[in-house]
């Protein structure tokens, strides 16, 4: 693993179908709320209009100082010059995307269990994911439930790494997150379900980590 990788304390991942919204509009309004690093996720988008939006977005996110993670496609974080990728088990090798992106790119990978996030410490990646913590309506194929004490396993096993936890947090129960050990909460319902208040909510969540 490369040097600590400072993490914000929320990491905003954009969806299209739950927000009714384009990738540069969540944006948008998640940086007015304060967000500082945003992942763009897309799994249903035809190519050519995933790399319009993202490229989009990108525009977005230079402008108002956001740091931009595509999900899963090295292709298209290259081809819009966004700031990183973030990786799953299945995705393209951390050490071919690090080949391609280059050194100063944001690397994240996506784990589900203690020994999974032991391995990853061995990678060229920035940062940790670590989920579900939580049921979580937003993904279908989700591994087992770890929950807040297997989320603090985690935290124990793999030192100061930085970890991003994700898997149906919310509002009311990111604070305990954090105090389990996550460096940042990775949100999506929490904050796009109700599209009106998308920059209120952002706002309200790290007025909410920060007393923590």
């Known amino acids: 693993m490369k040097n600590l990788f400072r993490l914000p304390r ?30 763009l996720r897309e799994k249903r988008m035809p190519e050519l209009e995933f790399y319009e939006q993202a490229r989009a977005a990108m525009a977005i996110a230079e402008r108002n100082g956001v740091k931009l ?11 819009v010059g966004a700031h990183g990728v973030h990786l799953g088990q299945n995705d393209m090798p951390p050490e071919a995307a690090r080949r391609l992106l280059g050194p100063e790119a944001i690397i994240g990978y996506s784990t589900h269990t203690v020994g999974q996030a032991l391995a990853a410490l061995t990678l060229p990646i920035d940062y940790v994911a670590i989920g579900p913590i939580f049921q979580t309506a937003t993904k279908t194929d989700t591994s087992p439930v770890l929950g807040l004490e297997g989320l603090r396993a985690v935290r124990q096993a793999t030192g100061k790494v930085p970890l991003v936890a994700i898997g149906g947090i919310t509002l009311a129960n990111a604070a305990e997150v954090t105090q389990a050990g996550a460096d940042s909460v990775a949100v999506i319902s929490a ?10 909510s952002t706002r309200t969540l790290l007025q909410d980590l920060a007393k923590t």
């Open 10 to 39: 929320i990491y905003p991942l954009t969806d299209v179908q739950l927000s009714g919204l384009s990738h540069a509009e969540q944006v948008q309004l998640l940086s007015l709320g304060g967000a500082t690093l945003v992942q």
């Open 69 to 79: 993670i595509i999900n899963d496609r090295v292709d298209i974080a290259l081809a």
């Open 191 to 200: 904050l796009l379900s109700y599209p009106a208040r998308i920059t209120e």
